[in-house]
Every structure is written in structure tokens, then in C-alpha cells.
């Protein structure tokens, strides 16, 4: 069970929009529709950004969407803000054998 | 208010056992699946086992099969993970996650954390 394959950092300037992108196989991202984005910011748990690919949770900002287009998923963040700093994690479900996997994970860094 | 806090965590030995606990509250395991993902120290999220809400489905991570067991006590609403055969590896800080409802497919909250960590 290999991660999910994600850039190790991407940076960018207020008020500009980043896309983090996300690239597994056709037995996760590519077979399933069940991706998820998580923040994490030093010292704090996860929290829930995007799930199912595009759907976003209540109370999670219109600024941050999700998409996927074969074995690949992203994440985009626009209108940057100092407060979107933080470890982004791709996740996606891989069925009953493999259960979950996650990305490496991205440095987000909001010069 | 749903609210998940884990415990159980601490030093012990290569080769020991340990439990870790996830105490639910502000809704019912009965209705949720839940997740153990870890985090070694400075390193990536790694998913680690699943329940379903009817505790008869349980899924884990192939590092820790054989190892791990995944529980629950519903009449205390709290999630167990068991480790055995624990290895320098497996130190990390282990969350416990819920889904948002059946049949959902995403780590919707998270608890806070405990850390575990595996000494030679």
C-alpha cells in the first residue's frame, strides 16, 4: 500500500489561489469517488476541508474546492489568506482490501 | 456536541501491548463508523483501521494486521484500538476519526490525539 502521491510543499501570496494536486492509481482516487482534503495546522488534529471529491462540509470557507480527473485529485485554494498555512493530506478510499491511504501530505505556505 | 477524546497512550516496550481508547460522546457508535489514523513524529497522516457502525466490518492497514484489533463498547460509547507485537514503528500519535454518517467515506471529526510511543 503506497501513499497517495502529493507535491511536498506549494506557496503562494494573499489573495492568489494554489492548487495541490493528488495522484494515486485505479484502485483509490481513480476507482472511487470517495476523496477527501484535510488541513492541519502545527500542534492541531486534522480537520475535514473537502470530502467526496468536490463536497464541501458546513462551516469550511467557499475558497478552498475540490476536483479529480482520472487518478488524480485536487485541491484548490483561492484568495489566499495568512490563516490557510498549513499541512494539506489528500485521502481517498482504496475498498475493502486496502481500506484508506493517505498523501504524503503538502506544505502550504502563504508568503 | 460531538466530541471524541482519546487516551490511553504512553511509553512501553518493543514487543509489548497497549490499548488506546476513544471516549464518544454527542452521538452513537451504533450509527457511526469510526478510524484510527496515526502520525509519527514530523511525519504524514497514515490510516490505520476502520469500523462500521454495525462492528462487524473492521478493515486495517496491512503493517498492522495480525497486530491491531479495532473494538467497541457501546454500552460505554467508546472505541478501542488493541496493538500487540508493537514495533518502533508503530510510535506515533494515534487519532481516533468518525464518518459523518452511514455509508460515508470521509474522516468527518477528529479527536485530539494520544501518543504512543514504542522504546527498544
Known amino acids: 500500500q503506497s501513499a497517495l502521491t502529493q507535491p511536498a510543499s506549494v506557496s503562494g501570496s494573499p489573495g492568489q489561489s494554489i492548487t495541490i494536486s493528488c495522484t494515486g492509481t485505479?484502485?483509490?482516487?481513480?476507482?472511487?469517488?470517495?476523496v477527501s482534503w484535510y488541513q492541519q495546522r502545527p500542534g492541531e488534529a486534522p480537520k475535514l476541508m473537502i470530502s467526496d471529491v468536490s463536497r464541501r462540509p458546513s462551516g469550511v470557507s467557499n475558497r478552498f474546492s475540490g476536483s479529480k480527473s482520472d487518478n488524480t485529485a485536487s485541491l484548490t485554494i483561492s484568495g489566499l489568506q495568512a490563516e490557510d498555512e498549513a499541512d494539506y493530506y489528500c485521502c481517498s478510499y482504496a475498498g475493502t482490501e486496502s481500506g484508506w491511504m493517505f498523501g504524503g501530505g503538502t506544505k502550504l505556505t502563504v508568503l | 456536541q460531538e466530541q471524541l477524546v482519546e487516551s490511553g497512550g504512553g511509553v512501553v516496550q518493543s514487543g509489548g501491548s497497549l490499548r488506546l481508547s476513544c471516549a464518544a460522546s454527542?452521538?452513537?457508535?451504533?450509527?457511526?463508523?469510526m478510524h484510527w489514523v496515526r502520525q509519527a513524529p514530523g511525519k504524514g497522516l497514515e490510516w490505520v483501521a476502520f469500523t462500521h457502525y454495525n462492528g462487524v466490518n473492521k478493515y486495517f492497514v496491512e503493517s498492522v494486521k495480525g497486530r491491531f484489533t479495532i473494538s467497541r463498547d457501546i454500552s460505554k460509547n467508546t472505541l478501542y484500538l488493541q496493538m500487540s507485537s508493537l514495533r518502533i514503528e508503530d510510535t506515533a500519535v494515534y487519532y481516533c476519526a468518525k464518518d459523518s454518517s452511514v455509508g460515508s467515506y470521509e474522516l468527518h471529526s477528529w479527536g485530539q490525539g494520544t501518543l504512543v510511543t514504542v522504546s527498544s
Open positions: 485505479s484502485s483509490d482516487v481513480g476507482g472511487y469517488n470517495y
Open positions: 454527542g452521538f452513537s457508535l451504533t450509527t457511526h463508523g
